[in-house]
């Protein structure tokens, strides 16, 4: 827990400077990606704080950029929300005066992802969902990125075409996946784990429950002043494994596994299989 150190300063917008960084990625040459939400940009750093490049997000109007993350060939992707402007007009209705709002949208939508190589040339965009959703969370592993929006979780494929929505993720305000495909998601005050088709594994209560990400062994979660630890294949009864069918390979998907304490057969917890018949 000893703090190393810190890689950039508050100030105007300049190489290394921040106003409100709000994600951050790694690229494989193992460089920080900063997104910085205060002046729209991205800055990639080398992990002892020595600037290398940064570039704009592109975001119009009053949008900002909320989410940051690589794909296997080095693409950055950048989630964006709420691009749109709003004009404000008074008149007169006979009884007083009010006001009009009128909303423009720009023409690829008000949500967006946005695609760049990996020294920042933008490659292209996708998205525009809806008027006012959020797009609050990035995950890509694979060919796969996971998209928190609108609190939901989507499942597209790298060029944005929309291959599902997790039901069982709800209040969703970010997003990981573990090394097992498992999704982890945050929000409403928990933490929920779900198999790669969306069915709820097990969910924890975790009051603030916000930011989070995954290594090999543990899932990190930010709630409100801290960060929570939990392990992955660790539970309390330390066991996991496949369930398949009898003398094949075959996976049994949502099989009920039982542990039972040895010496008086009581028991200790049960677990449900995901979709490839893992359980732990």
């Known amino acids: 827990g000893t703090v190393l150190g810190t890689i950039g300063t508050s100030g105007p917008v300049a190489p290394g400077q921040f106003d409100c960084p709000v994600d951050v990625a790694l690229n494989a040459d193992g460089n920080l990606l900063v997104l910085d939400q205060g002046h729209r940009t991205v800055h990639e750093m080398q992990p002892d704080g020595t600037f290398v490049r940064w570039f704009s997000t592109l975001t119009t109007g009053p949008g900002l950029p909320w989410a940051i993350d690589v794909d296997e060939s080095g693409t950055i992707y950048v989630a964006d929300a709420e691009n749109e402007t ?67 979780v989507r499942v597209n494929s790298l060029d944005g075409q929309e291959a599902a929505s997790l039901s069982g993720a709800t209040n969703v305000r970010d997003v990981a996946v573990d090394r097992f495909g498992h999704v982890w998601a945050t929000g409403g005050d928990k933490v929920r784990e779900l198999t790669p088709g969306g069915r709820l594994l097990a969910e924890y209560s975790l009051p603030g429950a916000s930011g989070i990400t995954v290594d090999r062994d543990n899932v990190y979660v930010t709630n409100g002043d801290r960060i929570t630890k939990i392990g992955i294949g660790t539970p309390l009864t330390a066991l996991a494994g496949t369930v398949t069918r009898s003398n094949s390979t075959v996976p049994v998907a949502g099989a009920f596994v039982v542990a039972l304490r040895a010496s008086d057969l009581s028991f200790v917890r049960g677990a449900v299989a995901d979709d490839g018949g893992f359980y732990r």
Do not use: M
């Open 86 to 152: 709003y004009t404000y007009e008074d008149y007169f209705d006979g009884w007083g005066w009010s006001c009009c709002v009128t909303i423009t949208h720009p023409p690829g939508g008000n949500n967006l992802v946005r695609r760049f190589a990996p020294d920042g040339t933008f490659l292209g965009q996708w998205g525009g969902y809806s008027d006012r959703y959020l797009l609050e969370g990035l995950w890509i592993t694979g060919d796969t990125v996971f998209l928190v929006d609108d609190a939901r």
